[in-house]
Antibody, heavy 119, light 112 residues
């Protein structure tokens, strides 16, 4: 059974760095062809893809956010970590991690964690 | 802003058929990238409903079906049930940027 769960702070101040962790089970990110992405959804708005890390440690980022994002994995802990620097209130959103067994879609998702950026 | 446009809401009585449209452009759906659909009940994990335009993952009822034509795609729900009340999102890929997954604006399905 594949599960993913996001964790991180519920509240961060503007200009701070946000660190989110995705802890998963039911698969290994060492397995050929598997990937994990981060997707966020601001309140009342649409989903937005942020970043992806592959089984071979290739990394890809949403271009407008690329300079602020870093994605990494710890295979031994079954975790993927996303850091976002210099956060702003517009970064307030529910952040989901999702597994990809194909390059093209997200087959399992976590329920998400709400992050509010406010002073 | 979203690259793929969906109607904000659709509704139907139990047992009826509803469809949700997803309109893109020549850089995503029209560029022959596949469309995928997700069901999301707020507070829970989104669920993959349809992949590669018209394929259902194991466990998804055959009441759900997808299609794609030109720069648009559609999700149909037949035999609408109360448990289908949720938000639905289409997703594809956009070739304008390197590695760019794009989502629809989302559609709330209400069962009357």
């Amino acid at each position: 059974q594949v599960t993913l769960k996001e964790s991180g702070p519920a509240l961060v101040k503007p200009t701070q760095t946000l660190t989110l962790t995705c802890t998963f089970s039911g698969f290994s990110l060492n397995t050929f062809g598997l990937r994990v992405s981060w997707v966020r959804q601001p309140p009342g708005k649409a989903l937005e893809w942020l970043a992806r890390i592959d089984w071979d440690n290739d990394k890809f980022y949403n271009t407008p956010l690329k300079t602020r994002l870093t994605i990494s994995k710890d295979t031994s802990k079954s975790q993927v970590v996303l850091t976002m620097t210099n956060v702003d209130p517009v970064d307030t959103a529910t952040y989901h991690c999702a597994r990809m067994s194909s390059s093209w879609f997200f087959d399992y998702w976590g329920q998400g964690t709400l992050v509010t950026v406010s002073s | 802003q979203s690259v793929l446009t969906q109607p904000p809401s659709v509704s139907g009585a139990p047992g009826q058929r509803v469809t949700i449209s997803c309109t893109g452009s020549s850089s995503n759906i029209g560029a022959d990238y596949d469309v995928h659909w997700y069901q999301h009940i707020p507070g829970t994990a989104p669920k993959l409903l349809i992949y590669d335009n018209n394929n259902r993952p194991s466990g998804v009822p055959d009441r759900f079906s997808g299609s794609k034509s030109g720069t648009s795609a559609s999700l149909a729900i037949t035999g609408l049930q109360a448990e289908d009340e949720a938000d639905y999102y289409c997703q594809s890929y956009d070739s304008r940027l390197s590695v760019s997954y794009v989502f629809g604006t989302g559609t709330r399905v209400s069962v009357l």
